[in-house]
């Protein structure tokens, strides 16, 4: 790496050439009639040049080194747009930017025509997109393997308040200009049909799989470049045609429609994104989804293995399979069918190699996020994989009785085969049962899955549990989306910190320095301004950048508590209104959230924060002290905009509920300080930044679980709190719907008559308390900036490069390989 962190040859002419070739050749645009999406279009094919070339060559590398790899299989990636972090790792902004000034144009300007590819719900895929930039950046050789959803997660929009989805077409009618197609990539995947029994030449009684239908898997890799190095890692996505336009003897039949129709359905397969994030919904679809990513990947995985001269004896030594949740668990038994029914092994042998092949991440304790696939489904799509559950379940449930002998109750609870009016395949159980490590994903999360959900497991295989806390890339979340931070950080510490962000640690000797703070603070009132420009224009609403902005931005879900914020806020606009000697600092509360679109309380929370922004930003009554803006289809590049411009980060789930959060993080780093509860990577950060400079409230995991035990009454709280009352009883009201009473009173009967599942009355008085000190505290700005500064200063622990050398000490026993 050079000393401006140049890696790429770069020659100026020759790549406008490639520009204009592409404008013209490859989109078959005039240089005169080009618009800024065709350009936008051409120059990423121009750099996709470098990134496929690279690409191949090292896969090449790795193949004649004999380089132990990671597969990180995950049905969601939530990458971003490329463009602009491509070019940062590359060592390439600069110079393009200045190529396309020459030729007339403006980067950032181009940067904008990007549609993200949304192949991801939220944190879960975002951390998978992170962890390949972090790979990549350390050149820990991996493959990133995933689907190639024609959709990805719905475009949101607000209609009268209402969120209303839209299909996300991310590649537009052009296809996307990163992505590369590997036709002798392809795969065949088998589904449905039975299982026969058949004795092979020896003599040996075999079983083998007879499919009824086949599909194709075509591979289509991203490029994720290594920053400040010549490393390219394919992130491959299957996509599923059918192979069969039809089936000839319904058509001989004259059956033509329904002969295409197996065709039809096959084509379907990589369509959508389910758009569930931390909810289970048993789909067969989503079933036929997860085996076809498995079997594409398990496939690809033993190709590449056996290509660079590997046996498949050595697999496990020379490859790890990571699953990311545990949506592709069914990799397991499908490289249990590829041994057995194709390479003949024993049961064994067999074994030996797929159990220390696979780790399995755990990102949940919610019941209702806890995959279960019906044995009858499975059965019927998957029959010879059912066979292998089984004989998996049979094997284990032996070495729990030797462990617990007779004792039926503990067979019942760690059993794959969840028995009931249908059986059920417990997908997290087959995982731990069948992999080398299982993680949680922060320090909190890992105890309560071996207290709490799997301590019969942590006994009967000790060490097998264990915790990588998560973490964020520092050169998306920080060096691309704060060019204003990373100027002055640059300035202070150096320019290596975005690949060794222990670096940042040097910035605490400047917290206190008071032209630093004045320095740190402009540069975060100019990331408010960016994003009150982007509000003023998109959305019509005013803001003033001496507000405090207050973010919470994250997928809508009671555990999160986006109904605890608004109850802080409809208590904020009662006592504004009734209380004349109340005061407050004015503030900016933004949300950005998208509800999954069958989860009609989320939907409900939606429509209430709209209604209740529409009221507060128009009402004179409150000079201006109190706004709420909820951006709509809240996405990765709106996310680069808002982390940066906040200076409250709002992380408020009920404590056990939240595995980790990484969006915390990412406001950390940027200066934002934290309101938030003992929950998930909350945690670790407080330990990392002091109690003073984070704002703790609520109860703990252990309260919450106490406080259920003894019977827990909403009631009491809005009983005994008047603040709580007015903020509940306001949305019984029509204050926030003129004419029409009732349409918000779903929360509200939800958090009394409902149970109030998550505690939202329990923790109001201490969220309420905590906010006011945030509002005192906000007052002195020295004081502010110094906490901000160290925010900033102290989370080099929450960089995924730490999360990955974790991964590949801990668990891959993997080594870089430098290119
Ligand atoms: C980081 C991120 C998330 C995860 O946010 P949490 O607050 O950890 O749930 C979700 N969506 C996007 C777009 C993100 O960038």
């Known amino acids: 790496m050079t000393k401006n962190g140049q890696t790429q040859q770069f020659d100026k002419a020759a790549f406008k050439a490639a520009v204009e070739k592409h404008l013209t050749t490859t989109y078959a645009t005039t240089l005169a009639n080009a618009t800024p999406r065709s350009w936008y279009l051409a120059m990423g094919r121009a750099l996709a040049e470098f990134t496929t070339t690279n690409l191949l060559e090292t896969e090449k590398t790795l193949a004649e080194e004999k380089a132990r790899s990671v597969n990180y299989l995950s049905l969601e990636f939530l990458i971003g747009r490329l463009t602009g972090n491509n070019l940062i790792s590359m060592g390439l902004y600069e110079n393009v930017s200045q190529a396309m000034e020459e030729m007339g144009l403006n980067l950032t300007d181009l940067l904008e025509e990007e549609r ?115 490393s390219v890692y394919p992130l491959r996505l299957w996509e599923c045609r059918s192979t069969a336009p039809f089936n000839l003897a319904r058509f001989n039949d004259g059956d033509y429609v329904g002969a295409q129709f197996p065709a039809l359905e096959a084509g379907n397969v990589t369509k959508v994104l389910y758009p569930n994030d931390n909810h289970d919904q048993g789909k067969a679809l989503r079933l036929m989804q997860q085996y076809f990513h498995c079997a594409c990947s398990v496939a690809d995985i033993l ?66 996020a806890l995959e279960t696939w019906s044995e009858a489904l499975i059965q019927a799509m998957l029959p010879r994989h059912m066979e292998i559950i089984f004989e998996i379940n049979h094997r284990f449930l ?85 060019p204003g931070l990373s100027a002055l950080i640059t300035e202070k510490v150096g320019e290596d910190w975005p690949a060794h962000l222990e670096k940042i640690a040097e910035l605490e000797q400047f917290a206190t320095d008071a032209d630093f703070q004045k320095r740190y603070m402009a540069v975060k009132k100019e990331n408010k301004q960016r994003l009150a420009d982007w509000v003023e224009e998109n959305m019509g609403i005013e803001l003033d950048t001496n507000a405090i902005f207050d973010i919470q931005i994250k997928r809508l879900h009671e555990y999160k508590r986006q109904h605890l914020n ?105 200066g934002a300080l934290t309101i938030g509860t003992m929950d998930g990577a909350n945690v670790e950060m407080r330990e990392e930044v002091g109690d003073d400079n984070i704002f703790i409230f609520g109860l703990l995991v252990d309260e919450v679980q ?63 308390k905590t906010h006011e000190k945030i509002d005192a505290e906000y007052r002195d700005q020295k004081t502010w900036a110094r906490k901000a500064i160290l925010n900033t200063a102290l989370m080099s622990k929450f960089s995924s490069d730490r999360s990955i050398r974790d991964y590949a000490n801990n668990i891959w026993k993997l080594d870089p390989v430098n290119r």
């Not at 809005?718 to 719907?737: G, I």
């Open 116 to 230: 993200d590819p949304a192949l991801g719900n939220g944190g879960l895929g975002r951390l998978a997109a992170c962890f390949m930039d972090s790979l990549a950046a350390q050149e820990y050789p991996a493959v990133g393997y995933g689907l190639h959803y024609e959709y990805g997660l719905f475009r949101q929009s607000f209609v009268d308040g209402r969120q209303e989805e839209a299909p996300d077409a991310w590649r537009g009618a052009e296809g996307y200009p990163w992505e590369v197609l590997r036709p002798e990539l392809t795969q065949q995947v088998n589904l449905y049909g039975h299982v026969e029994a058949y004795t092979d030449e020896n003599g040996t009684a075999c079983r083998r799989w007879v499919p009824a239908l086949t599909v194709e898997g075509v591979a289509w890799d991203l490029p994720i470049v290594g920053y400040g190095n010549k």
């Open 303 to 368: 190709r590449r293995h056996h290509a660079a001269g590997h046996t498949i004896e050595e697999l496990a030594k020379l490859e790890t399979i990571q699953l990311n949740d545990t949506h592709p668990t069914i990799a397991i038994p499908e490289l249990m069918r590829i041994l057995l029914d194709e390479y003949k092994l024993g049961w064994d042998a067999a074994w030996e190699i797929a159990s220390n092949t696979f780790a399995y991440t755990n990102h949940t304790l919610l019941p209702e």
């Open 398 to 482: 032996q070495v729990v009785e030797a462990k617990w002998p007779g004792n039926n109750s503990i067979k019942r609870k760690l059993s794959i085969i969840e028995e009931g009016p249908q059986r059920m395949v417990r997908m997290a159980n087959l995982c731990v049962v069948s992999t080398y490590a299982v993680n949680g994903v922060a320090a909190l999360h890992s105890e309560l899955v071996k207290r709490d959900l799997f301590p019969e497991f942590n006994e009967l295989f000790p060490g097998r549990l264990t915790n990588v806390t998560n973490g964020v890339t520092p050169r998306r979340w920080i060096k691309y989306c704060n």
């Open 566 to 670: 608004l109850l802080h806020i409809l208590s904020l606009y009662h006592r504004l209104l009734n209380d004349p000697t109340f005061d407050m600092h004015p503030r900016v509360f933004f949300f950005g959230a998208k509800a999954a679109p069958g989860y009609a309380l989320a939907k409900d929370i939606i429509f209430a924060i709209n209604k209740v922004a529409e009221k507060v930003n128009n009402d004179p009554r409150l000079g201006g002290k109190l706004k709420v803006v909820f951006v709509p289809d809240y996405r990765v590049s709106l996310a680069e905009i808002l982390f940066p411009a906040a200076d409250v980060s709002e992380q408020i789930s009920t404590a056990g509920k939240e595995a980790s959060g990484t969006g915390n993080m990412k406001f950390a780093m940027n």
């Open 706 to 768: 106490q406080l259920k035990q003894e019977g827990y009454d909403p009631y009491r709280y809005y009983q005994a709190d008047s603040v709580l009352r007015a903020a509940l009883d306001l949305l019984d009201t029509d204050e926030f719907t003129p004419g029409q009473p009732g349409q918000l009173s779903a929360i509200r009967a939800n958090l009394l008559d409902g149970g109030d599942p998550y505690l939202v009355l329990a923790d109001f008085a201490d969220y309420v």
